[in-house]
Nanobody, 127 residues
């Protein structure tokens, strides 16, 4: 089982990045898919998630209106389009799979709250 993120990098404030996550060894269609991040010196922060069919999406208040999550179950991939990036978005971004919807806020910020994790991709927003 593997989740591999890509698309991170250095971007100026106001810029955009698109993160991608490719899954192998399991079918993402059976899972809610999440993006979570960890900023330097801080704990995990849930960013966004998408339901199994893609019909429902949820966002943290800190990214609402700027980030868009999507999934392609046929390709076993998940993406996060990030626009209007701010320095406070600087973090390692992780793709994760969870069988449960995002109703347990404590589970969303605990590594054990997810079934599968990727290795993360660094996003740095700086001028």
């Amino acid at each position: 089982v593997q989740l591999v993120e890509s698309g991170g990098g250095l971007v100026q404030p106001g810029g955009s990045l698109r993160l991608s996550c490719a899954a192998s060894g399991f079918t993402i269609g059976s899972y809610w898919m999440y993006w979570v991040r960890r900023a330097p010196g801080k704990g995990l922060e849930w960013v966004s998630c998408i339901s199994r069919s893609g019909g429902a999406t949820y966002y943290a208040d800190s990214v609402k209106g700027r980030f868009t999550i999507s999934r392609d179950n046929a390709k076993n991939t998940v993406s996060l389009q990030m626009n209007s990036l701010k320095p406070e978005d600087t973090a390692v971004y992780y793709c994760a799979a969870r069988s449960q919807p995002p109703w347990d806020s404590k589970a969303l910020v605990a590594p054990e709250g997810y079934d599968y994790w990727g290795q993360g991709t660094q996003v740095t927003v700086s001028s």
